[in-house]
């Protein structure tokens, strides 16, 4: 089945620091991904849409300089939270469609947990 | 404004006893319905979806969703629960627009964690 891979899965860092995580597509090819953020209270939150060789798209109120997505192959996307804060803290969560069909599922990596101290 | 809800924040149920979590939508013409389960500190893992056909949807590991367009509904339901079936569930809504393109986007509800208690 296809396999989505998030690295790393857990990561600390220091409060002005940044931190990249990366989602890559193990057995296909992805031209969207779709990162998401995990707050305490469970919900899940759509950030970006990462697009293959072209610009995130990112949801209202989702600060595109803060959270930095990059997109440069068809298995790799990366987010860079930039000069991370406390509040940054949370589980971060990538997907992406196996295949261009509308009605096919997402699969999901294992998310990151980052902490900023 | 296109949304799935999931009114239960938690739904406790006995070990062998049916359980249901549920879940409703508002969106602009046919919806594509989704569950995913998610266990502690793990990404989350598709179970089942509706998209036409059959409003009876079956699934992995035991699970249906029983799609109803009246009630803008889309519950999840299982005969017989396990233990194992503790974890959180979320119900997700494709939608498209906003940047989206041609792909669409999931949306999801709250998320409702289940406890099956022995």
């Known amino acids: 089945g296809a396999v989505v891979s998030q690295h790393p899965s857990r990561v600390i860092c220091k409060s002005g620091t940044s931190v990249k995580i990366e989602c890559r597509s193990l057995?296909?090819?992805?031209?969207?991904m779709f990162w998401y953020r995990q707050f305490p209270k469970k919900s899940l939150m759509l950030m970006a849409t990462?697009?293959?060789?072209?610009?995130?798209?990112?949801e209202q109120g989702v600060e595109k300089d803060k959270f930095l997505i990059n997109h440069a192959s068809l298995t790799l996307s990366t987010l860079t939270v930039t000069s991370a804060h406390p509040e940054d803290s949370s589980f971060y969560i990538c997907?992406?469609?196996?295949?261009?069909?509308?009605?096919?599922?997402?699969?999901f990596g294992n998310g990151t947990r980052l902490t900023v101290t | 404004a296109q949304s799935v809800a999931q009114p239960e924040d938690q739904v406790n149920v006995a070990e062998g006893n049916p359980l249901t979590v549920k879940c409703t939508y508002s969106v602009s013409g046919n919806p594509y319905l989704f569950w995913y389960v998610q266990y502690p500190n793990r990404g989350l893992q598709f179970l089942l979806k509706?998209?036409?056909?059959d409003n009876l949807v079956k699934g992995s590991y035991g699970f249906e969703a029983e799609f109803n367009k009246s009630q803008t509904s889309f519950h999840l339901k299982k005969p017989s629960a396990l233990v194992s079936d503790s974890a959180l569930y979320f119900c997700?809504?494709?939608?498209w627009g906003g940047g989206s393109g041609n792909t669409g986007k999931l949306i999801f509800g709250q998320g409702t964690t289940l406890q099956v208690k022995p």
């Open positions: 057995d296909f090819q992805a031209t969207t």
């Open positions: 997907s992406a469609r196996a295949n261009r069909e509308d009605n096919s599922p997402l699969h």
């Open positions: 990462s697009n293959e060789g072209s610009k995130a798209t990112y």
């Open positions: 997700a809504v494709r939608v």
């Open positions: 509706y998209i036409t056909g």
